[in-house]
């Protein structure tokens, strides 16, 4: 069968490179990092700062899946349904509305859908008004609510860039134009959230060894199941330590 991602010109040099499940398990790890240093070493910053590689990683291979999953419906859904149960835990243990990464990346998902569907109506000029419309509540979510939600900690995780990111990586299929892309999102994120955040831009050498391959293994619900078993056991430690 042929690969979803054979837009890539695969020679002999190309099979050498990461497949996506590689960009996906080097995410993973960076991320089991981060929330080991944040949860379990208070805040330990080395691996605060490895664990920058797992947002841009991770946001990467959204923008690939929002291409070539075969069931649009049922991928937004799974991170959706994913996104609300964590929010859920965060409200009930934390008292949080703190919006996690997985609401962020439901909205690059909505907004990279919208431009697919915009970009298949040719010649219905009206069709640009869904994107333009997607993008205004992104702006909204990311920066105006937290001015009409004083006194909370609602916030959008990684912000309107974190949002953006994927969808920019989306706009071209040509993969050194991606990477440019790329490169001038997490510049931009990097800018607005600064401090280590300037550390993500490492993540863009995995990714220029990308080879537009899935990968041997079946990898689809992995993070589905990973995400929150790897925070339950880091939650855990910490709650049996604390006793």
Same mark, same amino acid.
């Given at each position: 069968? *042929? ?9 002999? $040099?190309?099979?050498?490179?990461? #497949?996506?499940? %590689? ?7 960076? $991320? ?28 990467? $291979? ?24 964590? *929010? ?11 919006? +996690?990464?997985? =609401? ?17 109506? *040719? ?10 419309? $997607? ?9 105006? &609510? ?17 949002? !953006?990111?994927?969808? &920019? ?22 800018? %607005?959230?600064?401090?280590? *955040?300037?550390? %993500? !831009? ?12 899935? +990968? ?8 589905? =199941?990973?995400?929150?078993?790897? !925070? =339950?056991? =880091?939650?855990?430690? #910490? ?5």
């Amino acid at each position: 069968m *042929q690969d979803h991602f054979a837009y890539y010109k695969i020679d002999g $040099m190309e099979k050498n490179r990461l #497949s996506g499940n %590689s960009l996906k398990i080097i995410a993973l790890l960076s $991320m089991t990092i981060d929330h080991i240093g944040l949860v379990l070493l208070d805040n330990y910053i080395p691996f605060r700062y490895a664990g920058r590689l797992a947002f841009p990683l991770f946001g990467y $291979m959204l923008a690939e899946g929002c291409y070539y999953t075969r069931n649009k419906r049922r991928h937004f859904a799974g991170i959706l349904l994913l996104g609300l149960l964590c *929010q859920a835990v965060y409200l009930v243990v934390e008292h949080s509305i703190y919006q +996690g990464i997985l =609401i962020t990346f439901c909205l690059s998902i909505l907004t990279i859908y919208a431009i697919i569907w915009a970009r298949d109506r *040719q010649g219905q000029w009206w069709r640009w008004l869904l994107p333009v419309a $997607m993008l205004g509540l992104d702006l909204f979510l990311c920066k105006g &609510l937290p001015m009409l939600l004083p006194g909370t900690d609602y916030a959008m995780d990684y912000g309107i860039w974190g949002v !953006l990111f994927p969808v &920019l990586v989306s706009l071209s299929r040509n993969r050194r134009i991606k990477w440019c892309l790329a490169a001038a999102g997490l510049v931009f994120l990097s800018i %607005s959230m600064g401090n280590w *955040q300037w550390y %993500s !831009l490492l993540a863009l050498i995995p990714i220029w060894f990308y080879n537009g391959q899935k +990968g041997v293994w079946n990898t689809k619900y992995l993070f589905y =199941i990973y995400y929150p078993v790897h !925070l =339950i056991i =880091i939650y855990g430690i #910490s709650l049996a330590f604390t006793a």
